[in-house]
């Protein structure tokens, strides 16, 4: 049995532009399964969210002009909700949908998901567009002023399991 | 170093590291500053920016602290100053933070259902 790659911390935020974002990591799992993960509201509700805080709404409509809303409670910042709908869809390779964090109604973006698999591993970007750059950097600083971290004991949490079925 | 991190609103003071860096040019500069010492004329002929311009930008980034400076000779090389850049760096980094947290998530997520398999 061959370890796998310890692949945490590993996602790159880089800005492409004033209005955009973009995130990319490697996963060892095929395409199909990845992009199955992203858009099952079973699945979603096992990696989305906030750390320990239950998601109150995960909803997931995989059609064009299907909505998606998720939301979780958090016990500090209350709850958070966001939504959006499909614009795109062509799976395993390319999800695009709008979202918005509902509190600012006009800060919706286009989201573009691209999965790209070789030899079992495959490269997971989301492009995030944004209309204006205060949007975009308010987006970016909602990330931190949620609180959206994660504990350390719950990321050892999920090793400890990976060990064990790996 | 890479400086394409920057260009934000938030800031509404105006001598601060992230109203230095919403200015195109300015990062351009710390962009060539980022490989090493340069002095004005070198930046001159490597930009599409005249010396006027160069020297302002940098008074600015000097202000900051983003940029520091020393005499050679008759020269005066320019040179980043990369704590002056931990602000913004951190601005970004709260945000990969919390992607990294989600995807790791993610990433465990996937080992146990596949090994379930």
């Known amino acids: 049995m061959t370890m796998p790659i310890d692949r945490s911390g590993s996602a790159v935020v880089t800005l492409p532009s004033h209005t955009e974002i973009l995130i990319t990591r490697k996963f060892d799992a095929p395409a199909e399964l990845l992009f199955e993960v992203w858009t099952t509201p079973e699945h979603i509700r096992n990696w989305w969210g906030w750390e320990r805080d239950e998601m109150t709404v995960c909803e997931f409509d995989l059609r064009v002009g299907g909505k998606w809303r998720f939301a979780a409670g958090h016990a500090e910042y209350g709850e958070f909700a966001f939504s959006g709908e499909c614009l795109e869809i062509d799976p395993p390779n390319r999800l695009v949908s709008t979202e918005t964090f509902e509190p600012f109604p006009d800060s919706k973006a286009v989201n573009t998901l691209t999965l790209e698999e070789e030899d079992g591993v495959t490269t997971m970007t989301v492009h995030v567009q944004h209309e204006t750059k205060e949007a975009r950097d308010a987006h970016i600083g909602s990330g931190m002023e949620s609180g959206l971290q994660h504990s350390l004991d719950r990321i050892d949490e999920i090793l400890a399991t990976e060990r064990e079925t790996v | ?117």
């Open chain 2, 1 to 117: 170093m890479v400086i394409y991190l920057v260009g934000m609103a938030r800031a509404a003071t105006t001598a601060d590291a992230f109203n230095a860096v919403a200015e195109p040019r300015r990062r351009e500069i710390l962009d060539a500053l980022a490989d090493g010492e340069r002095s004005v004329t070198d930046l001159v002929a490597t930009l599409p920016v005249s010396q006027p311009q160069v020297s302002k930008h940098l008074k600015v980034l000097r202000e900051v602290g983003l940029v520091r400076s020393r005499s050679v000779g008759r020269q005066r090389l320019y040179r980043v100053e990369p704590l002056a850049l931990k602000p913004i760096h951190d601005w970004l980094q709260d945000y990969e933070r919390m992607w990294n947290e989600r995807l790791d998530r993610l990433d465990g997520y996937l080992y146990q259902i596949q090994g379930k398999e």
